[in-house]
């Protein structure tokens, strides 16, 4: 998903907290699965049934089941995987959540290998290590403690595919667990955060418009419909809703960008220079934040296209037409604070601060889905998606000692 607005903010009712403390210890245990995952390639435009599969077989030998979705295309696949509690339960209890695609290493310049994972100075480099293979390895890695925990409730895995392109992957695992009647309590969605729980995020609405006029000859505009000029105008106002939120709220202060925000990011149209443009294609988003209706704003944008526009539009040629394509869409995660999954996040990191941010990650999903969920993972955001991206070892032994405790607190004698 976009890191593009990073840093938690800051404010009397937004207490900071403490980082967890960094150990210069032993190397993590989880380093040798972190690397398997890092050698797959699984750039989002890329099967990761590779990756699924080699997962899929581990947990096997430790006698898990996975379910594996998949979409039409077959080569992607979501793996939910469960660790019953002790008498056998594989109802309720708690997710470890991430999403096993990358971003692209394209155009980037590497000081090592992006898909063989290097240690350095402390770190591990190499693309997904931070985002977000290194809480996937972390949590498999503790397979067999959770098995030898006596646990009181199931802890389940699930890996997801084409987070990164918008949430896409996930929703078909959701449906599924929906549809085995699979409820677990609670979710916890191993995202970057450097190991401080993450309550809220804003949601992403991307769309596509496409706006059809009529070409013509240049000198002869009342002949056309030009289709550059009415996309001009939705754009500008989106921009004035922008404004608007901007200026008027609804805000929240403990979000980095503590508004609702919308642009236009791509824009083509027209074929030649003495051509009336046929059509103009454009691409928008608006990030809102959780306790804003998205259907209701783009409700507002669609309006504005079909009510005003259009009729204008028509008045000059019959062949006008506005046309709207969703192209990926995750919704809000506005955690509850006193949801069990919340306390017990925050009582494991020590951190009990109300961190909220302006990216979006799949507990928007899970939450919408009824299973409170909250952001909680080892690395820094700022080394997501970049060159030369890594993680601390310190914050990998810190997402261990973590897991470790929550396993503690899954177990029977905890839970008495
Ligand atoms: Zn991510």
Redesign the pocket.
């Known amino acids: 998903?976009s890191?593009e607005a990073e840093t938690v903010h800051r404010s009397s009712s937004c207490p900071p907290s403490q980082v967890p403390a960094s150990s210069a210890s032993p190397l993590p245990v989880s380093l040798p699965w972190i690397e398997r995952l890092v050698s797959i390639d699984t750039t989002s435009r890329l099967p990761n049934i590779g990756l699924i599969e080699t997962v899929r077989d581990a947990l096997a030998a430790l006698g898990i089941a996975s379910t594996l979705t998949r979409d039409e295309r077959g080569e992607w696949a979501n793996l939910f995987a469960t660790i019953p509690a002790h008498d056998g339960a594989t109802h309720g209890g708690v997710v470890l959540s991430?999403?096993t695609d990358?971003?692209p290493v394209d155009g980037q310049q590497w000081d090592s290998d992006p898909f063989k994972p290097e240690l350095r100075d402390g770190r591990l480099y190499g693309r997904g290590t931070c985002?977000?293979k290194g809480f996937i390895g972390a949590a498999l890695s503790l397979v067999p403690d959770m098995q030898a925990a006596k646990l009181a409730k199931p802890i389940h895995l699930a890996l997801s595919f084409d987070?990164?392109i918008g949430c896409a992957g996930a929703p078909l695992m959701i449906a599924d667990l929906q549809k085995r009647g699979v409820k677990p309590e609670g979710c916890i969605v191993g995202?970057?955060t450097s190991m401080r729980p993450i309550v809220a995020h804003k949601g992403i609405n991307v769309y596509r418009c496409c706006v059809r006029g009529h070409a013509a000859h240049s000198s002869l505009t009342p002949q056309g419909l030009n289709a550059i000029e009415y996309a001009a105008r939705l754009i500008c106002h989106i921009r004035d809703m922008a404004d608007a939120l901007r200026r008027d709220g609804p805000f929240d202060e403990c979000f980095d960008v503590p508004f609702t925000t919308a642009q236009t990011s791509t824009i083509e149209g027209g074929n030649a220079i003495n051509t009336v443009p046929a059509e103009c294609r454009f691409a928008f988003e608006f990030r809102n934040l959780p306790t804003l209706d998205a259907a209701d704003i783009f409700e507002r944008i669609e309006r504005y296209a079909h009510d005003t526009l259009l009729p204008q539009m028509r008045h000059e040629h019959p062949n006008a037409a506005i046309e709207f394509t969703r192209i990926a869409s995750a919704p809000g995660l506005d955690a509850a604070e006193q949801a069990a999954i919340t306390e017990l996040v925050r009582a494991l990191s020590s951190d009990h601060a109300t961190r909220k941010v302006a990216?979006g990650?799949e507990a928007g999903l899970f939450a919408r889905a009824g299973v409170p969920s909250v952001v909680c993972g080892p690395g820094d955001i700022q080394q997501?998606h970049r060159a030369n991206e890594y993680v601390e070892l310190s914050q990998l032994s810190a997402c261990e000692a973590f897991l470790h405790k929550f396993i503690r607190s899954m177990s029977v004698d905890a839970q008495r």
């Open positions: 998903m890191h991430g999403h990358v971003v985002d977000m987070e990164e995202e970057p990216y990650t997501a």
